[in-house]
């Protein structure tokens, strides 16, 4: 009976609100005010923040914030400087300033605004915010991507060639190159939200099953001077990885393995062996046997780390959108709620979970798992 009122409220809730009378005696009252106005600014973000993304990727692209961090400038010498017309830089300059990116700093000058400061600290997002123009590409027709249209050209799909892939495993290291770069570009990000509040140096070996190139392995053995190393990916990226973990001085540190984590057994060993951003690029039936695979590998007293952003998680929520629609133009994987984790992982023979609280879940949540010594499955 509650559910039956409380959707009735909702309804005739839905029905005022989308009243056009009633949005303009809101707009128009003291007392709603502010409310509507809060409310007219979210729907000009929703309508707006393609644009506002596209006003960051040229901005990202010119290096119009490294030009500013040097020191403030005109929109002379900006458009000097990028090879713009004055109108031009005007134009961006103006646009980036209304997002935080820059700000107005007198006698016709402009500098780094807040965010455009935290942002060119860190050089994780600014190699995201570079690669989203094929995302971006991919939903240039968002009702033909949810139908599944063949006339579409998948760029996500073919820049992650491992997801369409009959046998990635036989992938070349110039398949793997671009996104083995990005990821390993845009690692710091996840790791320091798992080393800040995990301490990995109570491990004695730790594998990173699609390890990529190694990022995390190296931040990790920052923190962990003494820990082991293992790293597990597809033969042409673990030879990148071994390439980049000599050049850090760790490769008689590390261990390699080369193969594909859902058809091959992944190596024993390890105490604790981490996913990080690698869930959520697969299926339920994928995901599942990777989790399984992962469960063969563990000793009894091991600890799995998932580590990737999740639905539903409070402060993190637009990530359901981002996440949602970036694994359907890829072609596989979905974001998931820690239930739903929590449920996969349990299928596969993990137990006795605990969700991490990280300072930044906008960027990754982790989830804790303990081997099941009761699972007695496949």
């Known amino acids: 009976m509650g559910q039956f009122f409380r959707d009735r409220l909702r309804r005739l809730r839905d029905r005022l609100v989308s009243s056009p009378r009633f949005q303009r005696l809101a707009a128009a009252h003291p007392l709603t005010r502010a409310a509507a106005r809060k409310r ?14 596209q006003v960051l990727l040229a901005c990202v692209r010119l290096k119009l914030l490294e030009l ?20 031009a830089a005007a134009r961006l ?11 107005r700093r007198g006698k016709g000058r402009f500098g780094l605004g807040e965010l455009g400061a935290a942002l060119i600290g860190n050089k994780a997002a600014l190699s995201l915010v570079a690669h989203q123009p094929m995302l971006y ?18 760029r996500l799909a073919d820049y ?28 710091p990000l996840v790791a320091q939200e798992l080393l800040d509040v995990y301490p990995v140096r109570r491990h004695k070996k730790l594998l990173d099953v699609g390890g990529g190139e ?19 990916d597809l033969p042409a990226v673990v030879e990148r990885a071994r390439a980049r973990l000599e050049e850090a001085g760790l490769a008689k540190r590390t ?48 600890t799995l780390l998932i580590i ?20 359907l133009a890829m072609g596989r994987g979905e974001p998931r709620t820690l239930a739903e984790l929590q449920k996969l992982a349990k299928k596969a023979g993990f137990s006795r979970f605990r969700l991490l609280s990280n300072p930044m879940p906008i960027v990754a949540s982790i989830l804790l798992a303990k081997p099941d010594p009761d699972y007695h499955g496949p």
């Not at 300059?93 to 700000?103: I, M, Q, Y």
């Not at 990022?215 to 597990?232: E, G, H, K, S, V």
């Open 40 to 53: 007219a600014r979210s729907m000009l973000d929703l309508c707006a923040g393609f644009v506002y993304s």
């Open 93 to 103: 300059l103006d646009a980036a300033a209304s997002l935080g990116l820059v700000e």
């Open 255 to 302: 261990t390699f393995f080369s193969g594909n984590f859902l058809t091959d057994p992944l190596p024993k060993g390890a105490d604790v062996i981490t996913l990080i951003r690698i869930v959520h690029d697969h299926d339920d039936a994928s995901a599942l046997e990777l989790l399984r695979n992962v469960r063969r590998a563990l000793p009894r007293d091991g």
């Open 160 to 187: 992650w060639p491992y997801s369409a892939a009959e046998n990635p495993a036989a992938l070349s290291a110039e398949e793997v190159a671009p996104y083995s770069a990005l990821m390993a570009a845009s690692q």
């Open 214 to 232: 190694g990022a995390f392995l190296i931040a990790a053995a920052a923190r962990a001077p003494r820990l082991q190393l293992m790293l597990f």
């Open 137 to 154: 590409a991919d939903l240039a027709d968002p009702v033909g991507l949810l139908r599944g249209d063949e006339s579409a050209e998948p």
């Open 68 to 87: 500013l961090l040097e020191q403030p400038r005109t929109v002379e010498q900006v458009a000097e400087k990028l090879e713009l017309s004055q109108d």
């Open 308 to 327: 990737e952003a999740m639905s539903g998680v409070e402060g993190a929520e637009p990530l359901d959108a981002y996440y949602g629609f970036y694994t």
